[in-house]
């Protein structure tokens, strides 16, 4: 298996912009997370989705972050609009019957807003 | 909560034992305690899970005691590419809410010569 597949892999924008981070789960998989990190804050689970519904999105931080799958292989994560603080690296992760309690993580999204 | 506390930084020679422990103390029932290593640039790579006792992999230990409010990761003979940020993480999907699903601060592994 490809494992979690993210993209891209990195993004300059500039504040006000639109983000868009997209991302591919392991075949399979029914859990699909979105995680924030950051030096200041660490690894921040942002919102995950339990066969396609948002089951937490608790982490989320503020309306203009939203997340979507629209079926079991593709998720977004959108900001709208990009803002400085914005700035992070975005995994995502998935986990699966097969995987146990095993969450595997994509390479990551490296976003910059200038 | 199953909150979980490690050691900000660990340096270690090269060929050393080292150990990292983690404390969770209200660990619940149905969560499994799961350990992971990131390094720069990437991100985190499962290593070893365990519920209680022993668990021993092809790259790492997991000491459980009994009583399950903390674990120990146990790297064999650490080589350079060992360095890295190791996490450890408590929690249960079955049982799970996104709160229990949360990295702690991680133990930052310096490996040297």
Known sequence: ?114 | LAKTTQPISMDSYEGQEVNITCSHNNIATNDYITWYQQFPSQGPRFIIQGYKTKVTNEVASLFIPADRKSSTLSLPRVSLSDTAVYYCLVGGFLTGTASKLTFGTGTRLQVTL
């Open chain 1, 1 to 114: 298996d490809a494992g979690v597949i993210q993209s891209p892999r990195h993004e300059v924008t500039e504040m006000g912009q639109e983000v868009t981070l997209r991302c591919k789960p392991i075949s399979g998989h029914d859990y699909l997370f979105w995680y924030r990190q950051t030096m200041m804050r660490g690894l921040e689970l942002l919102i995950y989705f339990n066969n396609n519904v948002p089951i937490d999105d608790s982490g989320m931080p503020e309306d203009r972050f939203s997340a979507k799958m629209p079926n079991a292989s593709f998720s977004t994560l959108k900001i709208q609009p990009s803002e400085p603080r914005d700035s992070a690296v975005y995994f995502c992760a998935s986990q699966g019957e097969s995987s146990g309690n095993t969450i595997y993580f994509g390479e990551g999204s490296w976003l910059t807003v200038v």
